[in-house]
Nanobody
Framework: QVHLVESGGGLVQAGGSLRLSCAAS????????VGWFRQVPGKERDFVAA????????YYADSVKGRFTISKDNAKNTAYLQMNSLKFEDTGVYYC????????????????WGQGTQVTVSS
């Protein structure tokens, strides 16, 4: 079992920055690829970014490329999502996900999910 807890969300003006954290407990975090998803009311959870445990390769949704950066610190059992140049449309609940297979992470089929943290970008 892996327990994931997100933090770092909040209210920010458009153009601002936030860094989300995903703290993991349970099994060895190095054995998992991680990802971030965003969900707004009435819509499905959308893929934002992922980080492969195998080679450190990163994957991003087109809408966040060049603005968001995903990283993972196995020593701290924590993953991060640095969000810069935030836009109103980045608003939503951000969820952390973990799975041994990065393809499952990107596809939204991760075995483990956090409870989410709200990000609100004011225009």
């Amino acid at each position: 079992q892996v327990h994931l807890v997100e933090s770092g969300g909040g209210l920010v003006q458009a153009g601002g920055s936030l860094r989300l954290s995903c703290a993991a407990s349970g099994r060895t975090f190095s054995g998992y690829s991680v990802g971030w998803f965003r969900q707004v009311p009435g819509k499905e959870r959308d893929f934002v970014a992922a980080f492969s445990r195998i080679d450190g390769r990163t994957y991003y949704a087109d809408s966040v490329k060049g603005r968001f950066t995903i990283s993972k610190d196995n020593a701290k059992n924590t993953a991060y999502l640095q969000m810069n140049s935030l836009k109103f449309e980045d608003t939503g609940v951000y969820y952390c996900a973990a799975d041994s297979d990065v393809i499952s992470v990107v596809g939204g089929e991760s075995e483990y999910w956090g409870q989410g943290t709200q990000v609100t970008v004011s225009s």
